[in-house]
């Protein structure tokens, strides 16, 4: 069936750094793929989406391009701030399935 | 705008006692969704529905109920709490099945003891 692997956390960087979160998926189709941001104590945003190939989906300073070849989505980020600590899933929809499948989550921790 | 509403947003439970989570979204939404979220386990489903009067059974179904009351509605039951049902509860709609992306509420943290 379908289904969303990224990378395990924790992820600990410095502010300014660049930021890249892994993020795989297997899916018969053509899903539509999403980044969503849980900051402590809320519930998830969406933070980005992709719905075909090579398309760059785009918010906050943060990048995703959907990869058919490669069957990712990584997530990345210039230059990180503390502000961005949170925990951040990768999902998708569509192919064989209609409702969104998340990945783990990985927690991303910016010390100033 | 306020989107989707979860009440309440806390609530310890002792095992056997019964409860209901209301979810409520004022987007027009056709389709909403129930998860549990626990640590290390990331999000499961544990029913959905994608349309009023419909619904369907998620990832983990076993030990709760939901009732989908109209459009705007979605509730879930927990009619004998187990401590193995503490966790975040997450409610969501879309207004494609998931085509679309999702909108959450802002969760409910239930303990059972």
């Known amino acids: 069936g379908d289904s969303v692997t990224q990378m395990e956390g924790p992820v600990t960087l410095s502010e300014e750094a660049f930021l890249t979160i892994n993020c795989t998926y297997t899916?018969?189709?053509?899903?539509?793929l999403f980044w969503y941001v849980q900051y402590p104590g809320e519930g998830l945003q969406l933070l980005l989406k992709a719905t075909k190939a090579d398309d760059k989906g785009s918010n906050k300073g943060f990048e995703a391009t959907y990869r058919k070849e490669t069957t990712s989505f990584h997530l990345e980020k210039g230059s990180v701030q503390v502000s961005d600590s949170a925990v951040y899933f990768c999902a998708l929809s569509g192919g064989s399935a209609s409702k969104i499948i998340f990945g783990s989550g990985t927690r991303l921790s910016i010390r100033p | 705008n306020a989107g989707v509403t979860q009440t309440p947003k806390f609530q310890v439970l002792k095992t056997g006692q019964s409860m209901t989570l209301q979810c409520a979204q004022d987007m027009n939404h056709n389709s909403m969704y129930w998860y549990r979220q626990d640590p290390g386990m990331g999000l499961r489903l544990i029913y959905y529905?994608?349309?009023?009067?419909?619904?369907d059974k998620g990832e983990v179904p076993n030990g709760y109920n939901v009732s989908r009351l109209n459009k705007r509605e979605f509730s879930l039951r927990l009619e004998s709490a187990a401590p193995s049902q503490t966790s975040v509860y997450f409610c969501?709609?879309?207004?494609?099945?998931?085509?679309?992306?999702?909108?959450f509420g802002s969760g409910t943290r239930l303990t059972v003891v």
């Open positions: 969501a709609s879309s207004g494609l099945t998931g085509g679309g992306g999702y909108t």
């Open positions: 529905s994608a349309s009023e009067g419909t619904t």
């Open positions: 899916a018969t189709g053509y899903p539509s």
